[in-house]
């Protein structure tokens, strides 16, 4: 079982719907960070969180680290937000490392 | 402009030929990594540094080697390279995540470096 897994694999929804890609983890952690990797392949940090919630723009992540779960909820989707996002956790045992689950490969169908 | 820069940005070559793929950041990171992203297996961490002259191993480090002479440059070395090393490449980097902080410091990644071992 991965450490880190991620759901749904893959997500095709119409513009406007609101999205949401959850993130459950198996292990301790310091930090956990959204993606998103461009259908180009660039990839940008969306969000890194310890705790609670954080909002940009029509994107909401959460994190509740009692349940080792965390969800990111994308509102008035739109084409453009068509991406994979990938969920990686800081794992807290001593080394520096960041585990990735396996993405979430989202359309927005105009 | 903040970024992150890798060289080159595609390559093709032949098992055995060693080979550099360079990582270069302006933003004066301390912490900067290297992944492999692979279709089925997602990004895995390879090497990572927390600042000069200190390296560390990913998940995935066989056939592989890093240095950190500058805190601006992470190279990545494949000394003798295999078809199995055929992979997206990403150098990221950020800030130490050691030095407290009130958010876990963001990630800055290059644009990656497709490369091909025949």
């Known amino acids: 079982k991965n450490e880190v897994e991620q759901s749904p694999q893959n997500l095709t929804a119409q513009e406007g719907e609101f999205i949401t890609i959850n993130c459950s983890y198996s292990v301790g952690i310091s930090a956990l960070h959204w993606l998103q990797q461009h259908p180009g392949g660039g990839i940008v940090s969306l969000f890194m969180l310890s705790s609670g919630k954080k909002k940009h723009g029509r994107l909401i992540a959460t994190i509740n680290i009692q349940e080792k779960h965390s969800s990111l909820h994308i509102t008035a989707s739109h084409p453009r937000d068509s991406a994979v996002y990938i969920c990686a956790v800081k794992v807290i045992q001593g080394a520096q490392k960041l585990v990735f689950g396996q993405g979430t490969r989202l359309t927005i169908n105009p | 402009e903040a970024q992150v820069t890798q060289n080159p940005r595609y390559l093709i070559t032949v098992t055995g030929k060693k080979l550099t793929v360079t990582c270069s950041q302006n933003?004066?990171?301390?912490?900067m990594s290297w992944y492999r992203q692979d279709p089925g297996l997602g990004l895995r961490q390879i090497y990572y540094?927390?600042?000069?002259?200190?390296?560390d191993k990913g998940d995935v480090p066989e056939g592989y080697k890093v240095s950190r002479k500058e805190k601006r440059n992470f190279p990545l070395i494949l000394e003798s390279p295999s078809p199995n090393q055929t992979s997206l490449y990403f150098c990221?980097?950020?800030?130490?995540?050691?030095?407290?902080?009130?958010?876990?410091?963001?990630?800055?990644f290059g644009p990656g470096t497709r490369l091909t071992v025949l």
């Open positions: 933003m004066n990171h301390e912490y």
């Open positions: 990221a980097s950020s800030l130490s995540p050691i030095i407290p902080a009130t958010s876990p410091p963001r990630q800055y």
């Open positions: 540094s927390m600042n000069v002259e200190v390296t």
